[in-house]
T-cell receptor, first 115, second 114 residues
Framework: AQSVTQLDSQVPVFEEAPVELRCNYS??????LFWYVQYPNQGLQLLLK????STLVKGINGFEAEFNKSQTSFHLRKPSVHISDTAEYFC?????????????WGLGTSLAVNP | DVKVTQSSRYLVKRTGEKVFLECVQD?????MFWYRQDPGLGLRLIYFSYDVKMKEKGDIPEGYSVSREKKERFSLILESASTNQTSMYLCASRWDSKSYNEQFFGPGTRLTVL
């Protein structure tokens, strides 16, 4: 069975500071990895995803994530955050085989960017 | 752009009422999903549909049913609403069942059951 752990439920940070949101997963098979963002009062949208190839993945709004197979991690980073990055961030994983239809979700990390 | 719309942003119902939540996507996606989102519990899958008239239970199907008569529309039904179904409900769609495809989400319906 697969599982996803987001290590921090809340991350407060000051504007223009760097941030890292941590995500670890467990799986006995290869996986695809995703980060989604949910801005206040909105649905989720895809930030970035790792399928294969380069372990450093760049996404929208200046975010990037690094896949580390040995550590089974997929941490999300941004070198300088803005107030507008305040949102809920979800890490998710799906099995890299056939037509697996479901995503396994982490519980989310609430990023609060303060002026 | 893919658009996923949900019939209501906010809904207030009474215990025991039958509640319909509607979701429509405009990009001919095969897969559609219903989740509920609660603080501290993340997203939990209620039901998903991988094609018209096809459905599969998710992790928390009890107290819910679904209907997918047309490809673009996926309805979530609460047969007899209860207060513990007060939640944010999110609909999503995906091009097909390939697990590398992203899901596109609607804005959500915040349901309150009194």
């Amino acid at each position: 069975a697969q599982s996803v752990t987001q290590l921090d439920s809340q991350v407060p940070v000051f504007e223009e500071a760097p941030v890292e949101l941590r995500c670890n997963y467990s799986s006995s098979v290869s996986v695809y990895l995703f980060w989604y963002v949910q801005y206040p009062n909105q649905g989720l949208q895809l930030l970035l995803k790792y399928l294969s190839g380069s372990t450093l993945v760049k996404g929208i709004n200046g975010f990037e994530a690094e896949f580390n197979k040995s550590q089974t991690s997929f941490h999300l980073r941004k070198p300088s955050v803005h107030i507008s990055d305040t949102a809920e961030y979800f890490c998710a994983v799906s099995q890299n085989a056939g037509n697996n239809r479901k995503l396994i979700w982490g519980l989310g990390t609430s990023l609060a960017v303060n002026p | 752009d893919v658009k996923v719309t949900q019939s209501s942003r906010y809904l207030v119902k009474r215990t025991g009422e039958k509640v319909f939540l509607e979701c429509v996507q405009d990009m001919d996606h095969e897969n559609m999903f219903w989740y509920r989102q609660d603080p501290g519990l993340g997203l939990r899958l209620i039901y998903f549909s991988y094609d018209v008239k096809m459905k599969e239970k998710g992790d928390i199907p009890e107290g819910y049913s679904v209907s997918r008569e047309k490809k673009e529309r996926f309805s979530l039904i609460l047969e007899s609403a209860s207060t513990n179904q007060t939640s944010m409900y999110l609909c999503a769609s995906r091009w097909d069942s390939k697990s590398y495809n992203e899901q596109f989400f609607g804005p959500g319906t915040r349901l309150t059951v009194l």
